[in-house]
């Protein structure tokens, strides 16, 4: 699904971008201003699409490389439940996949996940039910493991 803005708001998120907000900061710019209401992921792939860099971001935030992509396997911290949730990239994509790993849920869920050539995510053998802040947690640690690979 291709989320469409129009003129205005694209040159609203250039500035914010610019001023050096953050994705989740012009995530919710789009929400109270626009009254856009996208997901984390969603506006990360509106900036890909549109060449937008966080320039702000970046600068300040050393890169890192791993000489191996199981070391990619993140932990990332849920501030509300203090819980991980962990991200892993396969060595092999799955064939017809551009990208395609597995995640795992502090709740006991699990299940691997894909984005095809044509930039649609899926889910397969999701098993359990995430709760929605273990799912953004989880789209943002893959836009973060997406940006450094």
Known sequence: MS??????QLAA???WAAEGTDLNGI?????SEFDLHLTFMEVRFLMLDHGIDLTAE???TPEKKSPDRQEEAQDVE????????????DDLQLPGTLLSGKAHFPGGAEGAWQIDRLGR?????????PSP????SFQQE????????
Do not use: D
């Open 121 to 129: 995510f899926g889910w397969s053998k999701l098993t359990g039910t």
């Open 78 to 89: 849920t501030e509300e439940q203090g819980s991980k949730v962990r991200v892993e990239l």
């Open 13 to 15: 998120i250039k500035a």
């Open 142 to 149: 893959l836009t973060s493991m997406l940006s450094r690979a």
């Open 3 to 8: 989320v469409t803005v129009n003129e205005h």
């Open 58 to 60: 970046s600068e300040q």
């Open 27 to 31: 995530q919710k710019r789009l929400q």
């Open 133 to 136: 802040e273990e799912m953004q």
